[in-house]
């Protein structure tokens, strides 16, 4: 796509400080990192979103996310790391391509999710949502 940011940084047309690329992914530093050394693993082609995104890829994604999470935590010493794959504007995905995001955690680092917790009024309502995945599986 040529208006997609990612795919300009495949292309070579916008730089980028890659950390590895192979036939179908590239991997390369967040230029607005939520904790310095964060990465983004980047399919080469355009896939948007998650749900028409094919499982191969997928499993590629998140392999490769795998490798740099276990360079992170060597090359870093983090002592932790969240891997996260965003989808649609109301999840907090910013560039319409398919990514996950591969971020090294340090006990001291500081930074926290915002993470409130909900709760169900009761189980049938849980159920009921339940059922509602299942008829669509």
């Given at each position: 796509?040529?208006?997609?940011?990612?795919?300009?940084?495949?292309?070579?047309e916008i730089p980028a400080t890659v950390i590895y690329e192979d036939d179908d992914v590239l991997v390369f530093m967040d230029i607005g990192p939520i904790i310095k050394g964060h990465a983004l693993v980047i399919s080469k082609k355009h896939y948007d979103p998650v749900?028409?995104?094919?499982?191969?890829?997928?499993?590629?994604?998140?392999?490769?996310?795998?490798?740099?999470?276990?360079?992170?935590?060597?090359?870093?010493?983090?002592?932790?790391?969240?891997?996260?794959?965003?989808?649609?504007?109301?999840?907090?995905?910013?560039?319409?391509?398919?990514?996950?995001?591969?971020?090294?955690?340090?006990?001291?680092?500081?930074?926290?999710?915002?993470?409130?917790?909900?709760?169900?009024?009761?189980?049938?309502?849980?159920?009921?949502?339940?059922?509602?995945?299942?008829?669509?599986?």
């Amino acid at each position: 796509m040529r208006d997609c940011i990612f795919c300009k940084i495949v292309e070579k047309e916008i730089p980028a400080t890659v950390i590895y690329e192979d036939d179908d992914v590239l991997v390369f530093m967040d230029i607005g990192p939520i904790i310095k050394g964060h990465a983004l693993v980047i399919s080469k082609k355009h896939y948007d979103p998650v749900t028409e995104t094919p499982d191969e890829m997928l499993a590629k994604l998140h392999v490769t996310a795998k490798r740099i999470a276990q360079a992170q935590m060597n090359g870093f010493g983090a002592d932790g790391v969240n891997i996260m794959q965003n989808n649609g504007t109301a999840a907090g995905q910013e560039v319409p391509h398919i990514h996950v995001h591969v971020i090294p955690r340090f006990s001291d680092d500081g930074h926290h999710w915002n993470w409130n917790a909900k709760k169900y009024n009761d189980f049938d309502e849980m159920k009921k949502l339940a059922d509602k995945l299942r008829e669509q599986l």
